[in-house]
């Protein structure tokens, strides 16, 4: 009895094993097949991913905004470095590395350590680290943004490992990193590469071009800074808008910064905040609602309205005008535009009550966002309210209680200038024959009405300072009350778009100026006007619009674009043998060939036209002498 206990002890053992044994192998086998797989491969094979070079990114007219120049970034594998002594030489070029800190640090690790990331190196240094024996280096492209802080928010920027991170640089960070080749090896027990087993080919990486005009965003990047400078305001943003094929040739905000040095910039400044951050439009929102009430029939352009000496009680509040001076009695429908009356837009806004306003406003597409091919934009602040108070219909008439983007307004008055299209806002160039997608909102004769009376705006109205000789500008100011955040206001934002009539390429022009400091004007006309006056007269310029001014009896050419005056170049010198020329005024081309003809070399820096040249014209040189050219956009007095 007893000798049968024991073996059946020794079987329970003897099966105890083997079932323990028999999972451990199907634990093995089956459920941690992969794991273990995975584990086994890692100590023999590698996988690598190298992406190709990053897709570059143009403007409209082929101008790199976005390139790659060659760096590369240096590693060491401390428990291979044997002899410290040449660390000394690398140290000179490795930034914020001194030889004590940098011995320190290998000498205190085993594993992989960055050296440096991304610097350039000449081919003496290059040498210099093959010599260094467990010091290693890599080729890496590095972003370069050759025209600094120029369109700068609208492009974005990129981190240490080439991803997008912001701007159009995040936006189409797939497409400009391309499909990555993935290279397989087999390593030895060191972990060198002995044998490579395979190699998958990725997708080429794509350039992008963009609807902008590096010269418009120029001339309009410089205005939108003299302003906000000049007016000590918080910010300031400017757009252009294409009307007829919804291209946007120039968005800025200012500040900006420079994507080369992201260090030296503050979050608040590169976001491109004409997309991003809404705000109340203040008059300009008025045509909206004059546009609903005649496309439905309530008013004429001659309706009158008696507006109370310019004081309305609605609800126990009192409407008055944005100008306290300004006791109107009677007005037409066209002089309350015309003359920026709060008190007659809300009288209008009352007759045509809010449901049908909304209609407008809708087709306009306020409340929603444009589909622009940015990061981060608003669809802005509106109510989805069927209907509204009266005095919530009274603000929304005349741009308070709602909140839009610059890039909303920009593509809502596009339609006037156009024949009554809305076309959404693109920040990618078309293709010539590419069909651009227009839908009509606004009927011809009702957009001839509007663009009557914004010209008068101009001409006769609130909107003065936009006037551009020989052509007609509509448009409209607003002098908007800013939001503070805590349901108030604090501060104003003066505003003004317009666009010219009878051109033969249509744009839009939107130009405001947030928070003017203390003591310093804030109406539309006097700050907003000027801008989109500089960059509508420059763009029509540029389009030789001026050449059908022949035309007019009354054109006086000593008189045309006299704002625009270009700076007189004196080349007393320029061509004189063993003399250094002067290249200022010269476009990069032009430089080029002047430099040819004398046997000068040249180094280019900025874009536009020379502005300043090292070493100065006059003075006598030899042989290889170079000269460095400073470049900026062509400049206009105003």
Not at 59 to 67: F, K, T, V
Not at 388 to 397: A, D, F, H, K, T
Request: charged content about 30%; overall charge positive; proline content about 4%.
């Amino acid at each position: 009895m007893e000798l049968k206990k024991r073996i059946y002890f020794v079987f329970a053992i003897f099966s105890f094993c083997f079932m323990a044994i028999v999972f451990k192998a199907f634990k093995v086998q089956v459920i941690d097949k992969e794991h273990l797989l995975s584990k086994s491969n890692k100590q023999f094979f590698r996988e690598r991913k190298v992406y190709p070079r990053r897709g570059r990114i143009f403007d409209r007219n082929g101008r790199p905004l976005a390139i790659n120049v060659r760096t590369y970034s240096i590693f060491a594998i401390p428990n291979q470095v044997k002899d410290f002594s040449k660390l000394r030489k690398v140290t000179k070029f490795i930034p914020g590395k001194s030889y004590r800190s940098l011995k320190k640090e290998l000498k205190s690790r085993n594993k992989f350590t960055w050296l440096a990331r991304k610097i350039e190196l000449n081919q003496e240094q290059l040498d210099l680290l093959k010599s260094i024996k467990g010091v290693y280096f890599e080729e890496i492209p590095k972003r370069l943004y050759p025209n600094h802080e120029l369109a700068a928010q609208v492009i974005g920027f990129v981190g240490v490992d080439n991803n997008g991170l912001s701007g159009i640089e995040h936006q189409f960070d797939k497409k400009l990193k391309g499909e990555p080749k993935l290279i397989k090896y087999i390593i030895d027990n060191k972990g060198r590469p002995v044998r490579y087993v395979s190699e998958e080919v990725g997708g080429t990486a794509e350039d992008i071009y963009l609807s902008i005009d590096k010269d418009i965003q120029a001339i309009s990047e410089k205005t939108i800074k003299e302003a906000v400078e000049e007016y000590d305001a918080f910010r300031g943003g400017v757009g252009v808008m294409d009307a007829e094929t919804g291209e946007v040739l120039a968005v800025a905000n200012y500040p900006t910064f420079d994507p080369n040095d992201i260090g030296d910039s503050q979050n608040i400044h590169r976001k491109l905040s004409f997309v991003s951050d809404p705000f109340e439009p203040g008059s300009t929102f008025k045509s909206f609602t004059i546009a609903s009430a005649l496309e439905n029939n309530i008013v004429r352009p001659d309706t009158n309205y008696y507006l109370d000496h310019g004081r309305l009680v609605v609800e126990g509040h009192t409407i008055s005008e944005a100008e306290s001076d300004k006791k109107f009695e009677w007005l037409s429908v066209e002089e309350i535009l015309k003359y920026s009356s709060n008190v007659g837009t809300t009288k209008i806004a009352f007759d045509l009550t809010y449901p049908k306003l909304k209609q407008t406003l809708d087709k306009f597409k306020i409340g929603k966002k444009t589909g622009i091919e940015l990061p981060a934009e608003s669809r802005g602040i509106f109510t989805k309210d069927k209907n509204v108070r009266p005095l919530s219909l009274s603000n929304i008439s005349f741009g308070q209680g709602v909140a839009t983007t610059g890039i909303q307004m920009l593509a809502a008055y596009v339609p006037f200038a156009n024949g009554g299209f809305y076309i959404n806002p693109t920040i990618i160039k078309r293709d010539e024959d590419q069909e651009v997608e227009k839908k009509r909102i606004l009927q011809p004769r009702l957009v001839d009405e509007m663009t009557n009376i914004m010209v008068k705006t101009v001409d006769e109205g609130t909107g003065g300072n936009a006037k551009i000789s020989y052509f007609k500008i509509a448009g409209k100011t607003s002098t908007a009350q800013r939001s503070d955040g805590r349901g108030g206001y604090t501060g104003y934002i003066p505003g003004f778009i317009g666009y010219p009539v009878g051109v033969k390429k249509k744009f839009v022009v939107f130009a405001y100026v947030d928070n003017p400091g203390k003591g310093k004007s804030y109406y539309g006309n006097t700050v907003a006007a000027p801008i989109v006056r500089k960059v509508t007269e420059y763009i029509l310029y540029k389009n030789k619009e001026f050449s059908k001014l022949a035309k007019i009896n009354d054109f006086k050419n000593v008189d045309a674009f006299k704002e625009i005056k270009r700076r007189k170049v004196k080349r007393s010198v320029a061509h004189k043998k063993g003399k250094v020329p002067s290249f200022i005024g010269l476009d990069k081309k032009s430089a080029n060939n002047l430099a040819t003809k004398v046997g000068l070399s040249l180094i280019h820096h900025g874009v536009g036209v020379v502005v300043s040249q090292t070493p100065e014209s006059g003075i006598e040189h030899k042989e290889k002498v170079i000269v460095k050219l400073n470049y900026a956009p062509p400049s206009y007095d105003y």
